[in-house]
C-alpha cells in the first residue's frame, strides 16, 4: 500500500509563504516522478508543478512559475513545495501525487495520491 501524506498548510497573509512537505511509505518518492495539483472551491482540480525520478527535471504551470519551486529528497521519501508570494488565486486543497503514465500536465497521469492540505491566502 503506497501512501502519501501531505503537511505544511495552512492560513497566510498574501505576500507570504508556505512550504509543503508530502511524505511517502517506502522508496515511493525515489522511484516515481511526483507532482503537485490544487483544487479550489467551484473550480476543477489544476496541475501546480511537477519533478522528475531524479529531480533533475521540474516543471510548473504558469500561474506559479517564478514563485513556486518544487523540490525532492530522495533519501528522506519526500517531496517538497516551497510556495513565495502568495496569492488569494492560490486558496486550494493542494495534493501530492507519484506519476504514473502520460503528461506530467495531466491528473490522469497519477496512479497514487495524498489526502490533501488546505492552504488558504487571505487579502
Known amino acids: 500500500q503506497v501512501q502519501l501524506v501531505e503537511s505544511g498548510g495552512g492560513l497566510v497573509q498574501a505576500g507570504g509563504s508556505l512550504r509543503l512537505s508530502c511524505a511517502a511509505s517506502?522508496?515511493?518518492?525515489?522511484?516515481?516522478?511526483m507532482g503537485w495539483f490544487r483544487q479550489a472551491p467551484g473550480k476543477v482540480r489544476e496541475f501546480v508543478a511537477a519533478?522528475?525520478?531524479?529531480?533533475?527535471?521540474?516543471y510548473y504551470a504558469d500561474s506559479v512559475k517564478g514563485r513556486f519551486t518544487i523540490s525532492r529528497d530522495n533519501a528522506k521519501n519526500t517531496v517538497y513545495l516551497q510556495m513565495n508570494s502568495l496569492k488569494p488565486e492560490d486558496t486550494a486543497v493542494y495534493y501530492c501525487?507519484?506519476?504514473?503514465?502520460?503528461?506530467?500536465?495531466?491528473?490522469?497521469?497519477?496512479?497514487?495520491w495524498g489526502q490533501g492540505t488546505q492552504v488558504t491566502v487571505s487579502s
Open positions: 517506502g522508496r515511493i518518492i525515489s522511484t516515481y516522478a
Open positions: 501525487a507519484a506519476h504514473y503514465s502520460g503528461s506530467y500536465y495531466n491528473q490522469n497521469a497519477y496512479a497514487y
Open positions: 519533478i522528475s525520478w531524479s529531480g533533475g527535471s521540474t
